[in-house]
């Protein structure tokens, strides 16, 4: 079982650079999301999606946007990277919108230089 | 913003004691669920345990169990005979229930430490 797949791992981007981090889940999951983790501290939500075509912003969604075109797939997309966004990134997927246990990816790690 | 707060940064336990990790939160749902995630130092995500505001027992999961408090809107992770490979960081994360897209908005974690 694959689960979420998160690409690329690792990525060095200099400041004004963009970049696509790429996520997709092979569990029909409607509920999708994007979290970055600062070192030593909590995940804090970028952007959500309950489903295809539906997103909305999270707590942190200055200089980033997604999309969500289908089931599987939810791309971040960073314009204009800033040192502010160095950070791991985590995409993750839920069943449904209650009980359900999030499941994550194994993270992206970002620097901007 | 409905805010999680661990206020333990980092903690020691001793090898085969046991430990508790505190959580409280802030909600005005009637409806909500808790989460404990544990992340080691590789970095992944690995869920724990989980309990729901309506469920009347406490949940329970192997070596986890959470001492949730409604009433005190409390939800602390007790592990049981630590273990070396319980050191990580622990996550407590809040989710309103069919409500606000299935967010888990998560606590700045705690980072724990098992001496031998």
């Known amino acids: 079982n694959a689960g979420v797949t998160q690409t690329p791992k690792f990525r060095i981007l200099k400041i004004g650079q963009s970049m696509t981090l790429q996520c997709t889940q092979d569990m029909n999951h409607n509920y999708m999301y994007w979290y970055r983790q600062d070192p030593g501290m909590g995940l804090k939500l970028i952007y959500y999606?309950?489903?295809?075509?539906?997103?909305d912003k999270g707590e942190v969604p200055n200089g980033y946007n997604v999309s969500r075109s289908t089931t599987e797939d939810f791309p971040l997309r960073l314009e204009l990277a800033a040192p502010s966004q160095t950070s791991v990134y985590f995409c993750a997927s839920r069943a449904g919108q209650g009980y359900e246990k999030l499941f994550f990816g194994s993270g992206t790690q970002l620097s901007v230089l | 913003a409905q805010k999680i707060t661990q206020t333990q940064p980092g903690m020691f336990v001793q090898e085969k004691e046991a430990v508790t990790l505190d959580c409280t939160y802030d909600t005005s749902d009637q409806s909500y669920g808790l989460f404990w995630y544990k992340q080691p130092s590789s970095g992944e995500m690995i869920f724990l345990i989980y309990q729901g505001s309506y469920d009347e027992q406490n949940a329970t999961e192997g070596r986890y169990s959470l001492n949730f408090q409604k009433a005190r809107k409390s939800a602390n992770l007790v592990i049981s005979a630590s273990q070396l490979g319980d050191s990580a960081m622990y996550f407590c994360?809040?989710?309103?229930?069919?409500?606000?897209?299935?967010?888990?908005?998560f606590g700045q974690g705690t980072e724990l430490s098992v001496k031998p």
């Open positions: 999606s309950v489903g295809a075509g539906i997103t």
């Open positions: 994360a809040r989710v309103s229930i069919y409500n606000q897209g299935g967010k888990l908005i």
